[in-house]
Nanobody
Framework: QVQLVESGGGLVQAGGSLRLSCAAS????????MHWYHQAPGKQRELVAS???????NYADSVKGRFTISRDNAKNTVYLQMNTLKPEDTAVYYC????????WGQGTQVTVSS
């Protein structure tokens, strides 16, 4: 059973930074492609960033140049470094992976004030 636990959300002013962490268990982490999604109130969940087991990354256009996804396979953890935050980044951020089925973390709230 795969478990994903996010942490690191909070309240920050526009232009600030946060780093989210997602600790994974119950899977051979180093092989898994990991994703960060976000979901703003009243909107659909959207893909923010992805990282493969080999370290290849992909980003939504809205966060390119501001967010960085990374992983530490020794710690079974994936990170999302968020810089130059904007109010429109306000959302619940979820960690996700797929192993036979979808697995989601519980989410962590990020609130960016203007």
């Amino acid at each position: 059973q795969v478990q994903l636990v996010e942490s690191g959300g909070g309240l920050v002013q526009a232009g600030g930074s946060l780093r989210l962490s997602c600790a994974a268990s119950g899977t051979v982490f180093r092989f898994r492609t990991m994703h960060w999604y976000h979901q703003a109130p009243g909107k659909q969940r959207e893909l923010v960033a992805s990282i493969t087991g080999g370290g290849n990354t992909n980003y939504a256009d809205s966060v390119k140049g501001r967010f960085t996804i990374s992983r530490d396979n020794a710690k079974n953890t994936v990170y999302l470094q968020m810089n130059t935050l904007k109010p429109e980044d306000t959302a619940v951020y979820y960690c996700h992976t797929f192993s036979i089925r979808d697995y989601w973390g519980q989410g962590t709230q990020v609130t960016v004030s203007s």
